[in-house]
C-alpha cells in the first residue's frame, strides 16, 4: 500500500476548515468516495484508516471521561 506524507502534511495540504469537514464525513461514514477521488484510492483509504482511528480514540477518551 502506497504511505502518504502524514496526516499533518495532508491538514496542511486541504487547510483546517477542509480537515475538520472531512474528519466529520469520516465519523459519519460518508467519506470513502469523497477520499478516492481527491486523493487516489490508496492513499484514500490510507487516510480514511488514520483518521477513523483517531476519530475511535477521541470517542473513548470522551466516554472515559465521562464515566469518571
Known sequence: MVRAAGTHSAVVA??????????KKVEEREAWRVLELVLGCRCGVWLFEN???EAVRQNRKRQ???SD
Open 14 to 23: 486541504m487547510g483546517c476548515d477542509t480537515w475538520r469537514w472531512l474528519k
Open 51 to 53: 483518521v477513523r482511528v
Open 64 to 66: 472515559k471521561i465521562g
